[in-house]
């Protein structure tokens, strides 16, 4: 006869058998869950990211924030020629017009607002030549002529350039160097009543410290080619030079004469940048 109430072993086994059975379902779907790994991941970083961005300007030349260039220089220079000497026997100076020519090497470097250009000019004028009437000396008559030929300067600039559109700049700015030319004077007066005529001259050559500062404005014809306007004042410190008298031809000693050169510039200039890209491979 079988008996039910209390289980036995089997009964006992058997019931955990079915236990886990029934609780190992649940929990494989517990675990497929929490691996479950998507198909397609989206792209959330794009394949490339521009180079640059549109409409945003840093300056003349977004690519190339150093430019090298060249620039040819032709002008018109109103040159004063100052010295004890006119001050002495004339009481004037020797003014003139010369032509003045040159050109510069330079580095253009992009700033905000427009550019900063650091360079190195050399030019020549021409001769400053003026003949001046002998005044300073009572009842004496007679004429003087100065001259300062092969007048040359040597300058380091450097200009700030101030962007008004995207062709036109102003700038401001200057630059020291050294200078000269050959330096003669020539002269004589007469003195009434008396004989003899009184001479005065001597040639040297001048140099010394020299200055300039400017402003003006460029236009942009292309990427690399600008036009430049521009006013320059530039002078030559004083210096001495030793100046003969003579009575006839009686000799009455030498004298130190202090001169110096000043002129204001209006000068037109053709700047090309990076003029050897063409030579590049």
């Known amino acids: ?24 379902p649940s ?21 490339a990211i521009p180079e640059a961005i549109s409409g945003v300007n840093t300056g003349a030349n977004v690519d190339s924030p150093r430019r090298f260039y060249v620039t040819g220089i032709v002008g018109s220079s109103f040159a004063t020629l100052s010295d004890d000497l006119a001050g002495r026997y004339t ?24 550019a900063i250009r650091a360079e190195v000019e050399g030019r020549g004028r021409d001769s400053l030549e003026d003949s001046l009437a002998v005044t300073k000396i009572p009842l004496a008559t007679g004429s003087g002529r100065w001259v300062a030929a092969d007048s040359w300067s040597t300058m380091v600039n450097v200009w700030r350039d101030f962007s008004v559109t995207d062709e036109v700049d ?13 330096y003669r004077v020539n ?20 140099q010394s410290f020299a200055w300039q500062a400017g402003c003006g404005t460029k236009w942009a014809i292309s990427e690399r080619f600008e036009l430049d306007l521009g006013y320059r004042f530039f002078a030559l410190d004083a210096t001495t030079t030793p100046v003969t008298r003579m009575e006839g031809s009686f000799w009455r ?19 090309i940048y990076e003029p050897f890209r063409g030579l590049r491979r």
Request: proline share 7%.
């Open 91 to 114: 009481g004037s100076s020797a003014n003139g017009t010369l032509f003045t020519a040159g050109g510069a090497l330079g580095m253009e470097f992009d700033r905000p607002f427009g």
């Open 1 to 24: 006869m079988l008996r039910f109430g209390s289980p036995g072993p089997v009964h006992g086994w058997l019931g955990v058998v079915m236990g886990l059975v029934l609780i190992a």
């Open 187 to 206: 002269g004589h007066y007469q003195l009434t009543g008396i004989t003899p005529n009184f001479f005065f001259g001597g040639p040297d050559t001048a």
């Open 253 to 271: 000693g030498t004298e130190d004469i202090r001169h110096a050169f000043s002129a204001g510039e209006m000068l037109l200039s053709l700047r």
């Open 27 to 47: 929990g494989a779907v517990a675990s497929d869950a929490d691996l479950v790994v998507p198909e397609v991941i989206p792209e959330v970083i794009p394949e």
């Open 170 to 182: 102003l700038y401001v700015g200057g630059g020291i160097g050294a200078g000269g030319s050959a």
